[in-house]
């Protein structure tokens, strides 16, 4: 059964586009968004911390990419990514850093956390993940792992919220609503097309709506001529696609 959540965002400096604190009730951990051009005169106790990081960037073709990161003190991490930056170290360049910290993290901890969102942001394919290694042998026992996937779902949650969805999948379940105590599926429009295309043969295309938009899913044929009535737009995202012969591999959200 799905429960509300109750988050309280604060704007530091009175503006959404400059330091925001975003947390959960209940919760021990938070989330520091902070733009770029504040983290060197950003002196908040918090930002030191150990946690892991997100830092968000858009490409010169509009590809949007994301680095994920841990570190035991979150702004010297930073502070040295500006610095690679400067040197030629690295050759992306990130707007905005999403920061999560909480009670008790230690180098095992937001190791773990960092192999487990980079997997799941590669798998949600919303993003171009730029991490390249994660340290994948973290011993922890069981009831550790249990409070970091559970931190993890509230992570979801608040960078959604803060508008990164790059731990959300395309293709999302139905949304479960409460009805007099009782669970329900809201209605899912699915469509199937089916055409027969000369020289091809028969072609088979599947679709699902989401909150979203509408979703093209993976083992769709794409048809190779590129006509007119298709707009600039659609043949762009067709052209980022991952088609093979004539396949989508992958789910693709449309509006």
Partial sequence: MAYGKSIELFLVNGTADSLTI?????????????????????????????????????????????YIGEAENVKERLLQHLRDY???????????????????????????????????????????????????NTVMKESQIAVME????????LI????????????KPAVIEENDGNEIEKDEI????????????KIEADGIRTSEGFVVLNGSHIAPEDDETISAGIKEKRNKANIVEGILQEDVLFS
């Fill in 150 to 157: 559970e931190f993890i779902d509230n992570v979801r949650i």
């Fill in 22 to 66: 975003a947390e959960l009730s209940n919760w021990n951990g938070k989330a520091i968004k902070i733009p770029r051009i504040e983290v060197s005169s950003c002196y908040r106790e918090d930002i030191a911390q150990a946690g892991v990081y997100f830092l968000f960037c858009k490409e010169d073709d509009g590809t949007d990419s994301v």
């Fill in 160 to 171: 959604s919220v803060l508008g990164y969805k790059v731990l959300e999948p395309v293709n």
């Fill in 86 to 136: 400067q040197a030629e170290k690295e050759k992306y360049y990130w707007t905005t850093a999403v920061i999560f910290i909480g009670r008790d993290l230690n180098k095992a901890l937001i190791r773990y956390l960092e192999n487990r969102f980079v997997d799941i942001a590669r798998q949600c394919k919303r993003y171009l993940v730029l991490t390249k290694n994660t340290y994948r």
């Fill in 190 to 201: 699915k469509l199937h097309l089916e055409r027969t295309v000369k020289g091809i043969g």
